[in-house]
């Protein structure tokens, strides 16, 4: 899969690195041209143009032609829209992702036909608002803007769900354990299924629910 | 330029203009001279300087990206939208906002750099490139005096 | 010479657009004749007006006339404060012709008059049992225009969009809406809109159309002229009282205000500074005057009240019309009607006063200062008002220009009290009386008489005149016109 990604910072950084160890072709655009260096240094396996995004000819030689996605990380929500505009109007790239900062923008931004569209602002304060405990939980994902959480959690024997069947426990509506992995096997569980000390919870909820199903797990929220 | 009395009054009352530079205060000290309602706005409260003392429109200090700053500006009685600001992802951004969102009449961009002038086209947006109309111009003037 | 021509061509454009003024003057100057159907027998008098309205419109339009030599008509403020005085002293010194033609006032009783006219001011020098009703229709015709300023008038109906430095010139700075022009008309109609209910409720109230239409206007611009001797005494009656009250504090709410309730923004009119500010001073004033002073002199609670809030509201909101007299009234309760009248009604609005604003402003500074002791050193806070129907940041400079302004009012005050001392009055007559000319309120203690000597009538023409212009028009106009003569002069050697 090829993907663009253009935009500077951390985020391009570990976005990078990230699809690189999924096999992934990469091509990255930045205006600055010492950035560029340094981002070639950084990841030399990935394709590094410079020039300004929002100009055709530079997503035309970065290969938006024949390129899956294009994600637009920079700070500055209009060229983040414009990007992913051209790409799809220009260029038909399947699949564009925008951030947006102003969690105003992402009706806008629908509005003008770019639909996937993250908001920083709106992940990080529904995160401080489901206030979150970060030693038990891991990897928290955000999934269609923050609709659902996906939340991988391990089991410790203080837990209260701790061999307690999954009937048993009670967790509220809208939540589900959709996978437990236990010594590396993956078990997708029945209301039979009991937890056991060391065992990886993927659990799938409403964020409205999220604070009750790990007090139903871990015993408390912090 | 003096402004004649001749200028039709059509229905075009109700003018936003994004972005308080050389061009759009220009606009604006000239459209607030013949009655028209006019509202600028500019992230930079010291552009405000440029406007004319005979100005009596209104001025917002905020970012036109935002739709805060759009509603303050009362962008759904707008007949008229003008983005000149010197940022053109931001120009395409607002143009559409004003045409695809708020629907307004007439919507014209001020294009920064010439280059993206395919993009403002692709996303169908009026464009008005001061660049470009003034190296036109001098390069007429200068095969005009070839003949 | 560039400067002579550019002078001449300025002048030329002033003159041109006072000229247009005059001729609104001269049209305005009909107005009354509009009642003749009604009043017959005043067929006479109302031969002055047409002679004065005639005379003022052919010399409006000799002036009018240069400015069709003059292509480009952008006011600037500096122009536009030049033409403030000179529209203001001829607007006033033409409004004396009906009365000098009729005979019965001499120039400077007939200035007087007229001053007090178009400064919304109401004191007078006429007896209203012995003056023909078109005369005082035409009164109350100069504080209904006076009241909306000379530059809203000509802006909605004349001039238009240039003449965006003549409104701030003469003092308005608040726009309702994005263009000068719009913001006159919408002035004028919702002014109109409230002259046309004053008028229907009066009438409903039992007072005579006549009175209904003068009181209206007179109300409204919070002049306080009256048809009667006694002012709204005259009819003895609560709904009257009730509905003038209302009037007056219509009259001095600014027109910004208004336009933010008429468009459903009331929660945020309710914000202003003024508003709140209004309320807070008679809210503390009027229990405390009537507990303490009022109703113990009137003997009962509902007449002392009814009389403490009438009177009080009448001198915050410079309007003047009365219920009582008080030259036997306890000295606190004069005392406090006259800062009253000092401190005065909103900005924006038709009255007068150094403005609520103003004082408010200065106030808040004050508490600011004393709260700035308890935080730390370091904070930065951002102080602000609500001015209009919007946040203003308060700047040092707005408090250097507030402060000014107080200075030199109290300054002129002072002086103006002084001048009426040497003429023998009594402390309290003449603090009262000078600070109901200069606040352009029009209550009296009895001082204001046609038989007052020509000095004091003068001393308080010059205190009208300078407190509705707010002195600084008056002084940067005075002094433009000056230094334009000066060097007219010395290049045309």
């Known amino acids: 899969m090829k993907i663009i990604i253009v935009g500077g910072g951390k985020i391009v950084h570990f976005l990078t690195k990230s699809f690189l160890s999924k096999g992934y072709e990469v091509t990255i655009i930045h205006e600055d041209h010492e950035y560029c260096k340094k981002l070639s240094r950084k990841h030399p396996k990935t394709t590094v143009v410079h020039g300004k995004p929002t100009n055709p000819v530079i997503l035309e030689d970065a290969g938006a032609s024949y390129s899956d996605a294009i994600i637009a990380v920079t700070l500055q929500d209009p060229e983040n829209l414009i990007v992913c505009q051209i790409a799809e109007k220009m260029y038909q790239i399947p699949k564009t992702f925008a951030l947006v900062n102003d969690p105003k923008n992402i009706e806008i931004f629908n509005k003008l036909g770019v639909t996937k569209v993250i908001s920083t602002a709106s992940i990080v304060s529904s995160m401080i608002e489901q206030k979150v405990l970060l030693e038990d939980m891991i990897n928290l994902t955000p999934i269609e803007e923050g609709k659902l959480a996906l939340v991988e959690v391990v089991a410790q024997s203080e837990h209260p769900m701790i061999n307690q069947t999954l009937e048993n426990l009670q967790l509220p509506e809208n939540s589900l354990v959709g996978c437990i992995i236990r010594d590396g096997k993956a078990i997708i569980p029945r209301g039979k299924d009991e937890i056991l000390t060391g065992d990886r919870l993927v659990v799938l909820c409403l964020p409205e629910v999220q604070s009750q199903v790990m007090k139903t797990l871990l015993g408390r929220v912090e | 330029m003096a402004m004649n009395n001749n200028i039709k009054n059509n229905n075009k009352e109700y003018i936003i203009i994004v972005g308080c530079g050389r061009i759009g205060s220009r606009m604006a000290n000239e459209l607030s001279q013949t009655g028209k309602s006019v509202v600028v706005i500019d992230n930079d409260p010291n552009a405000f300087t440029k406007l004319d003392e005979s100005f009596s429109g209104f001025m917002i200090e905020g970012d036109g990206v935002e739709t805060d700053v759009l509603e303050e500006a009362k962008i759904k009685r707008a007949d008229v939208l003008i983005v000149s600001t010197s940022n053109d992802a931001a120009n395409m951004m607002i143009a559409q906002i004003g045409k695809n969102v708020y629907n307004i009449d007439q919507v014209l961009a001020r294009v920064v750099d010439p280059d993206e002038l395919e993009t403002y086209n692709v996303l169908e947006i009026e464009t008005v490139s001061p660049t470009l109309l003034a190296s036109r111009a001098m390069v007429e003037k200068i095969l005009k005096e070839d003949n | 010479m560039k400067y002579i021509i550019s002078i001449k061509e300025k002048y030329r454009m002033i003159i041109g657009y006072t000229g247009m003024i005059t001729m609104g003057l001269a049209v305005v100057m009909l107005l009354p004749l509009l009642v003749l ?417 020509r000095g004091m009538l003068w001393t308080q023409i010059v205190g009208m005149m300078l407190g509705r212009l707010e002195f600084l028009v008056v002084f940067y106009g005075g002094i433009t016109i000056i230094q334009d003569i000066k060097r007219f002069s010395r290049l045309n050697h």
Do not use: C
Request: hydrophobic share 45%; proline share 4%; net charge neutral.
């Open chain 3, 37 to 453: 159907p009604a009043y017959p027998e005043e067929m006479f008098a109302a031969r002055y007006f047409l002679i004065s309205g005639v005379l003022t419109g052919m010399i409006g339009l000799l002036a009018a006339k240069e400015l069709k030599k003059e292509r480009s008509s952008r006011l600037t403020l500096q122009d536009g404060g030049v033409i403030v005085v000179l529209s203001w002293v001829i607007t006033t010194t033409f409004s004396t012709l009906p009365f000098l033609f009729e005979g019965n006032l001499n120039f400077t009783q007939a200035m007087f008059e007229s001053v007090s006219g178009w400064t919304t001011t109401g004191l007078s020098v006429v007896d209203v049992t012995e003056t023909p009703q078109v005369f005082l229709l035409w009164r109350s015709i100069m504080q209904f225009f006076g009241g909306a300023g000379l530059s809203v008038i000509m802006i909605s109906a004349i001039i238009g969009p240039h003449g965006v430095g003549f409104y701030n010139a003469e003092g308005r700075t608040d726009q309702l809406l994005p263009n000068v022009s719009k913001t006159a008309k919408m002035i004028m109609m919702i002014y109109s809109g409230y002259l046309i209910g004053a008028v229907i409720l009066y009438i409903l109230a039992g007072m005579p159309w006549f009175d209904a239409i003068n009181h209206g206007m007179a109300a409204l611009s919070t002049g306080g002229f009256s048809t009667q001797t006694d002012s709204i005494g005259h009819y003895q009656s609560f709904l009257i009282e009730a509905i003038t009250i209302v009037l007056m504090v219509i009259g001095t709410t600014n027109f910004v205000i208004h336009y933010g309730i008429i468009s459903g923004k009331v929660k945020l009119a309710m914000k202003n500074g003024e508003v709140r500010f209004f309320v807070f001073l008679l809210g503390i004033i009027i229990p405390l005057v009537s507990v303490v002073s009022l109703i113990p002199y009137y003997g009962n609670v509902s007449e002392g009240l009814r009389i403490t809030i009438f009177e009080f509201v009448s001198a915050l909101t410079t309007t003047g019309f009365s219920t009582v007299g008080y030259s036997d009234w306890p000295v606190a309760p004069v005392f406090i009607m006259m800062v009253l009248m000092l401190i005065g009604g909103g900005t924006g609005s038709t009255a007068g006063g150094m403005k609520l604003y103003r004082i408010y402003l200065l106030s808040k500074s004050l508490w600011w200062e004393l709260v700035r002791f308890g935080k730390p050193k370091n904070s930065v806070p951002q102080y602000y008002v609500y001015k209009g129907l919007d946040k203003l940041y308060v700047t040092e400079k707005h408090l250097r220009e507030t402060g000014n302004f107080v200075v030199l009012y109290m300054i002129t005050y002072v002086i103006g009290v002084s001048i009426f001392l040497f003429y023998g009055v009594s402390l309290k007559d003449a603090m009262f009386e000078f600070g109901s000319s200069i606040g352009t309120v029009g209550l009296s203690l009895g001082v204001t008489s046609p038989e007052l000597p």
